[in-house]
């Protein structure tokens, strides 16, 4: 049989990636030696980007799976080692480059605010399950959960106490259902209560934009507090081209107050883009409708916010009221994955759909580019 060659082994470890950063191992300066034996048996040197790593098992798996099926090698050994504080801030710089491109002129991430005028809406709901159908369909996905004071997002998406890895100043977010979470719960201990005033609230959401490596996103999702507070002003100013989509239930308390959020995204430089009525009628066995928050509260929120902005913003979906959605939150498995063909996942997955029609592209873009 003929012996393995260097460049086949590394071949294979350019497949090998880092479960939390996304990225090959290869590309991140994770393999420090491959040798080939004289007995056709593989060694390779691994650095771990920081000591303790609770993924190190599924990394070391993964390399002797991908180099083990190399054609002639009869054996793989890992050796793990850590990154030199050097090599690790040689790392950071490196995604730093690639990191939070929301905020240039050229990024191709598309940014979506979810917001409500008040609670008790289902606006994090609506948020997660758009974000899982998203990354069903193939998108990169990430969501910042920017209700700081009333988070709910990791409970949502099944985290638990997941919590980001730092690899030095960097944050590396937990992922769930193909979804990169960001969330101020995965930094507190026993659910504990955050009671901070406008500057730190702000600032926490800067750290969020700023120091948080998403990588390369499709889509950015951020569920945003109720209201038209700190945080909805501090979005329009940290991501200036993010567009805003208002979810209300069809009772007429709640599209009053809706609709302010959303005249306010307009006022501060954001675009709404739709608007999604949840807890909608709902269609029971015997063909009669259910509908104990009322109708059409979320047309009448359209077309106000139509008139406001002099241009249409359209109904994007009417959600029905169903158990099932509940259901799912409860358990942090989504209800457009977990009960994709139920009244509520069937319309939170065509929202999804809906949303995703953008393709990502260079039109319109100024490229730093000079004719020779």
């Known amino acids: 049989m003929t012996a393995p060659s260097g460049k086949a082994v590394r071949a294979a470890l350019g497949r090998v990636m880092d479960p939390e950063l996304r990225r090959p191992v290869t590309e991140l300066g994770m393999i ?3 040798s080939v034996h004289d007995d056709a048996s593989v060694t390779v040197g691994v650095l771990l980007t920081i000591e303790g790593c609770p993924l190190r098992s599924t990394i070391e798996t993964e390399v002797r799976r991908e180099v083990g099926a190399v054609a002639g090698v009869s054996g793989v050994s890992v050796e793990l080692g850590v990154m030199s504080p050097e090599q690790r801030r040689s790392l950071v710089d490196s995604l730093k480059r690639r990191v939070v491109p929301f905020t240039q002129a050229g990024s191709l991430t598309r940014v979506i605010a979810v917001a409500s005028g008040k609670g008790g809406v289902g606006k994090s709901s609506v948020t997660v399950n758009l974000a899982a159908a998203m990354a069903a369909s193939g998108l990169r996905v990430g969501v910042i959960d920017a209700d700081v004071l009333g988070f709910s997002v990791p409970g949502l998406m099944g985290l638990g106490t997941a919590t980001p890895t730092r690899v ?7 992922v769930a259902h193909g979804v990169k979470v960001v969330s101020i719960g995965m930094f507190l201990a026993d659910n504990a209560p955050v009671m901070w005033r406008g500057p730190m609230l702000h600032r926490a959401l800067e750290q969020f934009i700023t120091e948080v490596h998403f990588g390369d996103l499709d889509v950015l999702l951020l569920d945003l507090p109720p209201g038209t507070g700190d945080v909805a002003i501090s979005v329009s100013q940290l991501l200036p081209g993010s567009e805003l989509v208002v979810v209300t239930t069809p009772q007429r308390a709640a599209s009053e107050v809706a609709e302010r959020a959303g005249v306010m995204a307009e006022r501060t430089g954001q675009r709404v883009i739709g608007v999604v ?20 509260g979320g047309l009448e929120v359209a077309a106000r916010l139509s008139a406001a902005a002099g ?20 358990d942090g498995l989504p209800v457009v994955l977990g009960a994709p063909e139920s009244p509520a996942g069937a319309a939170l997955r065509s929202l999804a759909a809906r949303l995703s029609v953008r393709p990502r592209g260079l039109a319109g873009m100024r490229l730093d580019v000079t004719p020779r």
Do not use: Q, Y
Request: hydrophobic share 35%; no cysteine; net charge negative.
């Open 168 to 174: 030095d100043e960097m944050i590396v977010p937990p």
């Open 277 to 296: 009525e949840n807890m909608g009628p709902s269609t029971l066995a015997d063909g009669s409708t259910f509908s104990p928050f009322g109708e059409g």
């Open 32 to 34: 420090s030696s491959v």
């Open 311 to 330: 241009r249409d913003v359209p109904l994007l979906a009417s959600v029905p009221l169903d158990a099932a959605l509940r259901e799912g939150g409860d």
